[in-house]
């Protein structure tokens, strides 16, 4: 009942937002160049809950999904937005038919890059496991932020991140015959969400590691300790 109110509050009209109706025109006349320069502008209208509403309220219609870099530029203008009345819509899109597409998983991890929501954290980490490569590095790169968050909510986020990279380490230098594809699926997951992955456990303990073994060294000699907030 809760979603089903959410869902009615988010198809209702936003009458403060001015550039939304104008980009559904654009998109109407198949005007990407055009609409992609607005999406710029849109995103650079700070905390605008109106204007991020009723994109997303387009974003649900599908009207941006094609082409495709308007449905990225979409979410990457929510983002900029950064609207906090925002966040809980787009959990509640993670549920909904066209989260079945990568793009738009990945589409809302970039969304939420920048909150600290704690909810939004309970979804991005599923999303760190999920079955696409991409769309967990997008995952982790979000979680990036919560190198702000409290001390315990770091933690149990490092904690998640870095088994999982241990894990894909592990497998992908494993010698076992029996383990060969899941040795080459490792290999072909390593070479996207390292990167991402070691970037977000260096944010959220504020110190650098060069390898999987040293992470998992790492923490558990400082798991119980204090690790004091991110430099500002």
Known sequence: MTALLTALLLLMPAPDAEK????????TQRNTDAALTLLKEIGALKGNDAEAKALLKLIRARKPKKPPEVLEASFMAL????????????????????????????????ALQG????????????????????????????????????????????KVVMNILDSTWNVKNSVKPD??????????KWAIIAKPFEKTLELLS????RHPAEWRKWWNKNKRKKWGNAPQ
């Open 115 to 158: 909150s600290v929501d704690k909810a939004a954290s309970k979804d991005l980490t599923k999303l760190l496991r999920d079955k696409e490569d991409t769309v967990a590095a997008a995952a982790a790169s979000a979680i990036g932020a919560y190198r702000y968050a409290p001390e315990a909510t770091r933690k149990d986020l490092f």
């Open 206 to 209: 504020n110190t650098r590691q």
């Open 20 to 27: 939304v109706p104008e980009l559904k025109e654009l998109l």
């Open 179 to 188: 383990l060969k594809v899941e040795r080459r699926r490792a290999q072909k």
């Open 79 to 110: 983002q900029g937005i950064g609207s906090k009345k925002v966040t809980k819509h787009l959990l509640l899109l993670l549920d909904h038919r066209m989260a079945k597409d990568p793009a738009v998983r990945i589409g809302i991890c970039r």
